[in-house]
């Protein structure tokens, strides 16, 4: 067995009435992951505004779970929120986020703890791959696609970070002196009752590497990302298409006002663009095609909205409003 430091890991796991796939997909795996003998496991589970048995299914769960296993009930919808309430809930040295709709592989904990044994890591991004489970990957699912879907594989060695952008929400950790040290994540940043903005832990790496701590990727640590059916249908699709634009544009860290319309101009020839490619393929009966300018379209059109309220100072992420270049 690998030897380790004595460490406590938690598991944050926000999750919005879906009992069933928490309890028998990334409960039931997180379950079987290696323990090595110096580390513990404490799960904490945020019923974020959750209307089903979600609490009463994990509290039944708990009574013979092999780790610490809560379940905190938080009654607003909004991903970062319940993020930041896990972490306070939480004991651990180290944060680990899972989305609810995971599969985590047994090495899943020692990969991710050699890497912050191994290398000067205050952050470790891991390994997710799309699980097509329940229906075919369609053959249209292109890199685009897979990355609205939450994909992330940098491929088979550790490596450290070079952007913000090397990770994802649905299996991603850091040290807690880390958050200590830069605050946490922005409420209206990701996922809420309405909106299918995301992002939010990209907006905290960013901050996390501009205060100089370091970011690697574990494949190790790695867990299959379930693709529930419809996550491939276009509503799905499109919403995330628009609300990854949108969250783009918030969290640049400085924009002018002339940088400002000028992308404000892009976004918009880029949409106009797209949606003429899009009533094209349409008519020539072009399906594939017509999907692809689509999601670009919605994604153009969320960078429009996203410059607009960011320049109106409507942004969640307060910037301030767009400066005048000197």
Known sequence: MTSFETTTVSAIIPTHNRADVLCDMTLASLAQVIIPTQCSLEVVVIANACSDDTVEAVERLAVNYPHSLRVIADPVANLNRARNTG??????QILALLDDDVWLYPEWLVGMLEVYRDFPAELVSGRATLWWKDVDRPAWVD????DLLSHNDLGDDVREARTHNEAIGANFSFRRQVYDSIGGFIDGLDRTATVLLGGGESEFIARARARGFRMYYSPQMAVRHWVAPHRIEQPYLTGVAFGSAQSRVYMKPTMTLTGGI????????LACRHGASELIAAALGRTDQARFHRLRRYNGWGGVVGLWNRMLGRSPVRHGRPTQSA
Do not use: F
């Not at 000028?262 to 020839?269: A, I, Q």
């Open 143 to 146: 890199r685009y696609v897979e």
């Open 262 to 269: 000028r992308s404000l101009v892009g976004n918009s020839y």
């Open 87 to 92: 972490v306070r809930e939480s004991q651990g």
